[in-house]
């Protein structure tokens, strides 16, 4: 934090300057992220092991909490430190530049970390058993949606620095031509990050007043409208940054180089313009909007986003092949793909992650949707794992993919336990895989989301389901389980490291 | 490389392969394009298609009054209501239940009236897993026929409080 705003050091690999007050930001939001993955890792190990009704471990009340905390930790602060850092990396160490204004930076990180706090505190006492979406009329207490602003406020912040670091680099000319691609990638992430807080605070200040007796009355309907356009377009940040994550571990893995900058590019700005207009298909099955609304926003503009992905799915494994081409493993049509540094932590997870995202992530996405396919997956299961596939198989995985360059490259740290780092991408991605399509076939099969009791042993009116969906719910919780052995590997692995891991010498020059 | 500034002008054209691989992802979306409007002249099952704001009170009272003048029975506390061929049928959610269980006639077209009088619902009708979110303030409006005799349920899948998991309902439909 005492840092000196001009101190910094080249990267032996890279070449890049990486200065000490970048460097102390990426470490605290970047740490700060894992110990909210480990909270939120706690909270699906708890709420997995209700939902498995051989198991069936907690009460109902304290199952909805956890539920609650859930996505707060592992979807909201997980993820959205970890961009953070990601922003920080991507405007200063990959242009040479000093970052901008770094105490403003600092009051931003405990803005997110004081909301995030607060929300968390709040949920594990009770005051806020509402879900993740709080939907009115379920009511918060006030602190509760006060911690949600104090959070947007100050990853707005963030994005505020990345923008300002952006216009220093240019003015100091600390890079020549255009931004590299993983900037301008993260650039359209911040973006879209603009427009989704801003629908955050449109939504979240008139509920804060409304639990504390201001406003009288907010309509449920519009809530949900405006939710979404904060809830699902942080979801479009995730992406985004993601397949900037992918492009950036396709160059630390085989040194891959975009085969097309323009595509590449272009299918960034397609996702600035179409991608948060596709959020209202939370409401397909909604008696709010009219069928012509619904297909303009989520047909139209979702295949339009839809498109840059299709486009990202082909120049990423194209970068691969054209570097791995390139250093002779030209034989028959996929030496090039079996002489890739699988036994690398860095190359799985951009595969697995990429292959999790599109096959099952993004596919089911599109499916649920339309309009009409939407009613057969609305607030079941099939939708918790779709969005399970995009952003714990997706982002989730190439984040943790990426850390294990961060420590040795940014912290300067040696990994420690590396045998197990180079296993983790396999165990978290196929217990995921599993996790994922077994959820799908659950909720396919009608098995609800946000259930505490699929038996309905409760109910006045008896209802059971098919054996078959609870055979698909036990399926969910192993693979589940899975994932949850390879989330805490990656959670060892990172904190050890950077606590202890052995110093590098500022002139070591390793990646792993 | 991905992390460095392109070294040229890179406002280049496509490759071949690209540009096959960007028509393919083009005509696709395009397609799924035309499908989702198209469902709705040649599909069976759309969602709502006239979007009605009501309020809660008043729904509250033309439900009631639904069930009144309907009512043949009731089954664990709950009215079993009868309506007559095409009637206008209002089924409500509240914590912790549908109201009121239907009984109806195979292949009778029924014009529903779904809406919730507290928080949010999730109707889910099982087992053909079809569901609609109900909003407090909102009707959801569905032309209903239904094609096969039987019993069917009626789960909330969406959280509506502590006992959301214990809401179940009930359409018993006859030949």
């Given amino acids: 934090m005492a840092a000196n705003a001009l101190e910094f050091r080249t990267c032996p690999i890279t070449g890049k300057k990486v200065y000490a007050t970048t460097q102390n930001l990426i470490w605290i939001n970047a740490v700060t992220s894992v110990v909210f993955l480990l909270v939120g890792g706690l909270a699906a190990l708890l709420v997995l092991l209700t939902r498995w009704p051989a198991v069936h471990l907690l009460s109902a009340d304290l199952f909805y909490r956890i539920l609650t905390l859930h996505p707060i930790a592992a979807l909201v602060a997980w993820i959205i430190f970890f961009e953070v850092a990601g922003l920080y990396f991507g405007c200063s160490v990959l242009l040479n530049s000093r970052i901008a204004a770094p105490k403003v930076a600092w009051l931003a990180y405990f803005l997110m970390l004081i909301g995030a706090a607060i929300v968390a505190v709040q949920i594990l006492i009770g005051n806020a058993d509402v879900m993740f979406t709080s939907y009115i009329p379920l009511q918060a207490s006030p602190l509760y949606y006060l911690g949600v602003i104090l959070f947007a406020v100050g990853a707005l912040t963030a994005c505020g620095i990345f923008f300002g670091t952006l216009a220093i680099a240019k003015a100091e000319k600390t890079y020549e031509g255009s931004l590299p691609l993983v900037t301008f990638g993260l650039s359209a992430a911040a973006i879209i990050a603009v427009f989704t807080l801003a629908s955050g605070a449109i939504i979240y200040i008139p509920t804060f007043l409304w639990s504390i007796g201001i406003i009288k009355n907010i309509d449920p309907a519009m809530y949900r409208l405006i939710f979404w356009a904060f809830g699902h377009s942080s979801q479009q940040i995730n992406v985004t940054a993601m397949v900037s994550v992918w492009y950036l571990l396709a160059v630390l893995t085989v040194g891959a180089k975009p085969v097309n900058e323009k595509i590449c590019r272009s299918a960034f700005v397609l996702y600035i313009l179409f991608i948060n207009m596709a959020s209202e298909h939370h409401l397909l099955t909604d008696p709010t909007l009219s069928p012509a609304h619904k297909i303009a926003n989520t047909s139209y503009f979702i295949y339009m986003a839809a498109l840059a992905s299709m486009i990202h799915a082909l120049a990423i494994p194209m970068t691969v092949e054209v570097a791995q081409r390139k250093k002779g493993y030209t034989k028959g049509a996929f030496e090039w793909l079996t002489k890739a540094p699988w036994g690398e932590p860095g190359f799985p997870a951009l595969i697995l992650s990429l292959l999790i995202f599109g096959f099952i992530g993004g596919i089911t996405g599109i499916v649920n949707g339309t309009e009409q396919l939407s009613i057969k997956s609305h607030n079941t299961w099939a939708m918790t794992g779709h969005f399970h596939g995009t952003v714990v198989g997706g982002t989730t995985l190439a984040f943790m993919g990426l850390t294990y360059y961060v420590i040795p490259l940014i912290f300067r740290r040696e990994l420690i336990g590396k045998k197990l780092a180079t296993l983790q991408p396999y165990i978290y991605g196929i217990g995921l895989i599993i996790f994922t399509l077994s959820m799908i076939a659950s909720g396919t099969l009608g098995v609800p989301r946000r259930h505490w009791d699929i038996t309905f042993a409760d109910s006045i009116i008896p209802f059971s389901f098919d054996p078959t969906a609870i055979l698909f719910v036990t399926l969910t919780a192993l693979g589940g389980l899975l994932a949850i052995i390879g989330g805490a590997i990656f959670v060892g692995v990172a904190v050890l490291s950077v606590f202890f891991g052995r110093k590098m010498a500022p002139s070591e020059a390793k990646l792993l | ?175």
């Fill in chain 2, 1 to 175: 490389m991905a992390i460095t500034s392109p070294e040229t002008y890179w406002w280049k054209p496509a490759d071949k392969e690209e540009r096959l691989w960007i028509t393919i992802a083009i005509v696709w979306c395009l397609i799924l394009f035309t499908m989702m409007p198209l469902w709705h002249i040649v599909g069976g099952q759309n969602p709502s298609l006239e979007p009605l704001k009501i309020r809660p009170t008043d729904y509250q009272k033309v439900s009631d009054a639904f069930i009144e003048k309907y009512k043949i029975g009731e089954e664990a506390g709950i009215p079993v209501v009868k309506p007559p061929d095409g009637a206008d049928v209002y089924l409500r959610g509240q914590m912790w239940n549908w109201i009121p269980i239907l009984e109806l006639k195979k292949g009778v077209n029924y014009k529903f009236h779904i809406s919730s009088v507290d928080l949010m619902h999730g109707f889910s009708l099982m087992p053909l897993v079809m569901n609609f979110q109900i909003v407090p303030g909102q009707d959801n409006i569905l032309n209903l026929t239904p094609t096969s005799s039987g019993t069917f349920h009626i789960i909330c899948n969406e959280f509506c409080g502590i006992n959301h998991h214990t809401m179940v309902g009930k359409i018993i439909v006859k030949d």
